[in-house]
Structure formats: C-alpha cells, structure tokens
C-alpha cells in the first residue's frame, strides 16, 4: 500500500495540478502510525489549513485545505488512502480526478433522496388508511349521515392519491444519474450502488 502521495505541477507528481501557483513540488501527504496523515509544504506560494499556512501539519478530513490560492477536497484525498487509488493510479490529474469526486458527491446524496421518499410515501398510506378506517366508523356509528360522510371520505381518498403521484412525480425527478439524468428506478440506494455504474451513461459511481 502506497502510504504517501506527492502534489504539484510537474507530470511525475501523483496529483498533477496544473495551475499557476502551484509549486513544481508543491506538497506532499503521508498515512502515518494511527491511520493519521502528515501534510507537508515545499511550495513558494503555501499551504493552507483552515486559513493558516502550514509547514507540517496532521490532516483531517473535515480540515479546508488549500495549496496556494487552489483548494482540495480532503476528504475524498484522504480516502483514497484506503482503496491503494495512488498505487493502481500513479500519475492524476487533478482536475480530471475533481470531476469525478463531485460526481460521486452528488450519487451518494441520492441515498437521502430514495429514504426521504420512502419515508413520505409511508406517511401518506399511514395517513391515507387511518382516515379510510376513521370513516368506515363513523359511516357504522351514524347511519343518517352515512351519505355525506361516505363523500367525504372519497374526496379524501382522492386527494390522497394525488399527493401520491405528485410524490411519484417528484422523485422520478430527483433520482436520476447525475451525469445522464436517467431515473434510476424503484431500487434501493444500495441496490443502484451494488451495480458500480450507472446502467446507461456506463459512469462509475466511485473511483
């Protein structure tokens, strides 16, 4: 397992960055004992963490890290430590890399999606059969009325369905591939996940 990774501009950096401050060899980030990460600066322009520049510092992943004026996501960085990503991948763009982070971001927001949806979907049938069985005893109890309240109970039937398909709608729109916009289906997050890639644009939902 490689245990450390070199950033800057020149092609022989495992992260290539391409930018105008950016130092040659800018940084470099090693795995140390405890699974905790050493940043360390060789730049002119500096290293940044939470708005402090830095010679050496132990990384975090919720720390903001910026080499110049650049910023990284060091969460994702610091991730792939875990999958040996900068041994089967020794020279990476930057750039090309942050497209893919940000596409794996927004995939593993959809798992939000699918249980809120759930959830809401099961507040409305919960919702909808209290109220069906409300009336059915209330038609039982009061005979007289049972016209009105038999109206009523099918206009709430009604309107129940309705907010049930505009739920639908709604989430045929938001569960999509975020780089094609296909819906993914009624199968669940882990399920999608399982499947590596989305089934039409062939995009890997993770490095």
């Not at 795995?31 to 990460?37: A, M, T």
Request: one cysteine or more; a positive charge.
């Amino acid at each position: 397992m490689k245990n450390f990774i070199l950033i800057g501009k020149n092609a022989d950096n495992n992260l290539i960055i391409s930018k105008k401050n950016i130092s040659r060899k800018h940084a470099k980030i090693s795995k140390i004992e405890d699974g905790q990460f050493l940043i360390e600066d060789f730049s002119t322009n500096g290293t940044y963490i939470n708005e402090k520049r830095i010679k050496k510092f132990l990384l975090k992943k919720e720390d903001k890290l910026f080499l110049a004026d650049y910023e990284i996501k060091t969460n994702f960085i610091l991730e792939l430590f875990s999958n040996d990503f900068f041994k089967k991948n020794k020279n990476v763009n930057y750039e090309s890399l942050k497209k893919q982070i940000e596409f794996t971001e927004k995939f593993f927001l959809l798992k939000e999606v699918y249980e809120k949806y759930q959830n809401d979907k099961k507040k409305k049938l919960s919702g909808s059969a209290w109220k069906k069985t409300g009336f059915r005893a209330a038609l039982a109890l009061i005979p007289l009325v049972g016209n009105a309240l038999g109206i009523m109970a099918s206009g709430n039937n009604a309107k129940q369905r309705e907010e049930l398909m505009a739920l639908n709608d709604q989430f045929k729109i938001d569960y999509v591939c975020p780089k094609c916009k296909m819906f993914l289906g009624d199968l669940p997050w882990q399920g999608i996940k399982n499947q590596k890639k989305c089934r039409a644009c062939k995009t890997k939902w993770e490095l």
